[in-house]
């Protein structure tokens, strides 16, 4: 079935540092993918997404493309903050299974001043 | 309401109690999914509806778990006899019907401690 595997963490960056978080996938379909964060405290939330391949997905400085050659929507950010200290999710959502949301198991990322 | 509402935020129940989590999309949205999400796992699929229809309860664990949504919008996620290991944050989220990206809106979820 549908899976997403994702980078495990726990990651602890300096502010200004560049960030990746590596999520490949698992799809019978054409799917779509996503980033979520849930920050402390928080419901998750959707941080960014990509359609088809080749696409790009961007918000709040951080990026993600989709890869279809390999699998993967790695993401990335050239200077993280103090604030984007969370926990980040890679997702999948298929057409054809029912648009049923797959998560990775998260990546919990703290950023230091 | 203006987000995706749930209650309780908190529950302790002694094992073999049974337990309801309540569920308040955002108005006007069809699709609407729960997920248990263990600490430190990701959130895994439970059930999914469109409006009342529930088309996809493949996720349930056992036959104590059990979902409605009887007017298509309010959903109650019950477990009957709760173990141990129902211990959990159970998250509900909802989404716009049509929407090809499928992004969801979730609640902050209500966490369930067996004990």
């Known amino acids: 079935g549908d899976s997403v595997t994702q980078m495990e963490g726990p990651v602890t960056l300096s502010e200004e540092a560049f960030l990746t978080i590596n999520c490949t996938y698992t799809a019978t379909g054409y799917p779509s993918l996503f980033w979520y964060v849930q920050y402390p405290g928080e419901g998750l939330q959707l941080l960014l997404k990509a359609t088809k391949a080749d696409d790009k997905g961007s918000n709040k400085g951080f990026e993600a493309t989709y890869r279809k050659e390999t699998t993967s929507f790695h993401l990335e950010k050239g200077s993280v903050q103090v604030s984007d200290s969370a926990v980040y999710f890679c997702?999948?959502?298929?057409?054809?299974?029912?648009?049923?949301?797959?998560f990775g198991a998260g990546t919990r990322l703290t950023v230091k001043p | 309401g203006a987000g995706v509402s749930q209650s309780p935020r908190y529950k302790v129940a002694k094992r073999g109690q049974d337990v309801a989590l309540r569920c308040d999309p955002i108005?006007?949205?069809?699709?609407l999914f729960w997920y248990q999400q263990a600490l430190g796992q990701g959130p895994e699929f439970l059930t999914y509806?469109?409006?009342?229809?529930?088309?996809?309860k493949s996720g349930l664990p056992s036959d104590r778990f059990f979902a409605e949504r009887p007017e298509g919008s309010v959903s109650t996620l019950k477990i009957q006899r709760t173990q141990q290991e129902d211990s959990a944050v159970y998250l509900c989220a909802s989404g716009r019907q049509g929407r090809v990206a499928g992004e969801l809106f979730f609640g902050e979820g209500s966490r369930l401690t067996v004990l």
């Open positions: 108005s006007g949205h069809v699709s």
């Open positions: 997702a999948l959502s298929d057409r054809h299974n029912n648009n049923d949301m797959r």
């Open positions: 509806f469109q409006n009342e229809a529930q088309l996809d």
